[in-house]
Nanobody, 127 residues
Framework: QVQLVESGGGLAQAGGSLRPSCASS????????MGWFRQAPGKEREFVAV????????YYADFVKGRFTISRDNAKNTLYLQMNSLKPEDTAVYYC????????????????????WGKGTLVTVSS
């Protein structure tokens, strides 16, 4: 079982930075693909970034490329999302998620590929 808890959201001004994190209490954190998704009011949940279990490659949604960086510290069982050059349209609840099973490598852009979710952390960007 994988349990995920996000923290580090908050309020930032446009152009500023935040670094949400996601702590996992499950075993074998390093064996799971880990992703970040977000959901703005009235909108569907959307993919932001993913780091596979290997950690060798990362993938991003076009709207965050060059601004956000996903990383993981397997020794601390923690996932991070460094968010720079924030925009008001980045305002959303950000969720971390773990893949359906260890070493899962399906469509990691889809929420359906993730079996474990945190409760989310709110990021608000003011203009």
């Amino acid at each position: 079982q994988v349990q995920l808890v996000e923290s580090g959201g908050g309020l930032a001004q446009a152009g500023g930075s935040l670094r949400p994190s996601c702590a996992s209490s499950g075993r074998n954190f390093n064996n799971y693909a880990m992703g970040w998704f977000r959901q703005a009011p009235g909108k569907e949940r959307e993919f932001v970034a993913v780091i596979p279990s290997s950690g060798a490659t990362t993938y991003y949604a076009d709207f965050v490329k060059g601004r956000f960086t996903i990383s993981r510290d397997n020794a601390k069982n923690t996932l991070y999302l460094q968010m720079n050059s924030l925009k008001p349209e980045d305002t959303a609840v950000y969720y971390c998620a773990a893949g359906n099973r260890p070493y899962y490598s399906g469509n990691l852009y889809s929420p359906a590929s993730y079996g474990y979710w945190g409760k989310g952390t709110l990021v608000t960007v003011s203009s």
